[in-house]
């Protein structure tokens, strides 16, 4: 199974920009999926997860700002970001996660929000 992320690219700050998350074929037993986000010189972190109920999490910096949501039926994710800000620059990354304990990350799309 490959996951691939797309919708990154430049913007200007306070402009939005949607991420999509779409696995190459239908991931059964998906639990959480979840978006993450690398900036140069520093770790990953958590944006934002979605569980199979529908119960979204997000981090402190982008509450407000950023939407997370999912079709099951096309074992999609999607990360709708508003507001951005140069903070918000780094590497996001998606990982689709089963009930079995399995965990499929893309490679990842550069997000570059200029000030």
């Known amino acids: 199974v490959q996951v691939a992320e797309s919708g990154g690219g430049l913007v200007q700050a306070g402009g939005s920009l949607r991420l999509s998350c779409a696995a190459s074929?239908?991931?059964?037993?998906?639990?959480?999926m979840g978006w993450y986000r690398q900036a140069p010189g520093k770790q990953r972190e958590l944006v934002a997860v979605?569980?199979?109920?529908?119960?979204?999490n997000y981090a402190d910096s982008v509450k407000g700002r950023f939407t997370i949501s999912r079709d099951n039926a096309k074992s999609t994710v999607y990360l709708q970001m508003n507001s951005l800000k140069p903070e918000d620059t780094a590497a996001y990354y998606c990982?689709?996660?089963?009930?079995w304990g399995t965990g499929y990350w893309g490679k990842g799309t550069l997000v570059t929000v200029s000030s």
């Open positions: 990982k689709i996660s089963t009930t």
């Open positions: 074929e239908s991931i059964f037993n998906i639990n959480a």
């Open positions: 979605i569980s199979s109920g529908d119960r979204t």
